[in-house]
């Protein structure tokens, strides 16, 4: 099964305004990873927050990790048309698999 | 800029072809990936590889081999094509284990059409 599940499945918001994606996770990690999905096209690689770490930021990018609850969103501040893409979180369990687990990913579409 | 290359972008293929899916990378990584990926179930771990020579298999990996000849090259055989193998196919690198924090870097991607 997968390790993450993004939430919403999809989030639709206007130029300018936040967008605000949800990914919760079922075992304990060793660190989770943000990707962007430009439409048919491969994974880019956003964000790491490693499981002793709270708060990351990378330019108008934010995520959080809160370990207690097994979950982290990620933040985007000021979102542009440009934005629009699937979003997926992965997570790398301890003493799990030796593997990367992305959930199914959140579709973002920003209207300009 | 570290690149992952895959050998085609579309593929249209018949049913109990042989199918061979290249993947390429040119930063030297030790480890290569290949994924499908399938509306409404995100990406699915088909088969890796932390060394030459060496694989392992993934989460989905009936109807799949691999080839890791050389470092830099991880080929993905779909030895008889079925039409539920009809999929984006994308293959990824990273430097070191996912478990030393690493981020993959994804080739294009290759859709499948198995006819």
């Known amino acids: 099964s997968q390790q993450g599940e993004e939430d919403p499945q999809a989030l639709s918001i206007q130029e300018g305004e936040n967008a605000t994606m949800n990914c919760s996770y079922k075992?304990?990690?060793?660190?989770l990873q943000w990707y962007r999905q430009n439409s048919g096209r491969g994974l880019v690689h956003l964000i790491l927050?490693?499981?002793?770490?709270r708060e990351k930021h990378s330019g108008r990018l934010r995520v959080t990790l809160d370990t207690s609850k097994k979950s982290s969103s990620l933040l985007i501040t000021a979102s542009r048309a440009a934005d629009t893409a699937s979003y997926f979180c992965?997570?790398?369990?301890?003493?799990?698999?030796?593997?990367?687990?992305f959930g199914k990913g959140t579709k973002l579409t920003v209207n300009p | 800029d570290v690149k992952v290359t895959q050998s085609s972008r579309y593929l249209v293929k018949r049913t109990g072809e042989k199918v061979f899916l290249e993947c390429v990378q040119d930063?030297?990584?030790?480890?290569m990936f290949w994924y499908r990926q399938d509306p409404g179930l995100g990406l699915r771990l088909i088969y890796f590889?932390?060394?030459?020579?060496?694989?392992e298999k993934g989460d989905i990996p009936e109807g799949y081999s691999v080839s890791r000849e050389k470092k830099e090259r991880f080929s993905l055989i779909l030895e008889s094509a079925s039409t539920n193998q009809t999929s984006m196919y994308l293959c990824?690198?990273?430097?070191?284990?996912?478990?030393?924090?690493?981020?993959?870097?994804f080739g294009p991607g290759t859709r499948l059409t198995v006819l």
């Open positions: 930063m030297d990584h030790e480890n």
């Open positions: 992965a997570s790398f369990s301890q003493g799990g698999s030796e593997k990367l687990v």
């Open positions: 927050i490693r499981s002793n770490e």
């Open positions: 990824a690198s990273t430097l070191r284990p996912p478990w030393q924090g690493y981020e993959q870097f």
């Open positions: 075992t304990s990690i060793n660190n």
């Open positions: 590889s932390y060394d030459v020579k060496m694989k």
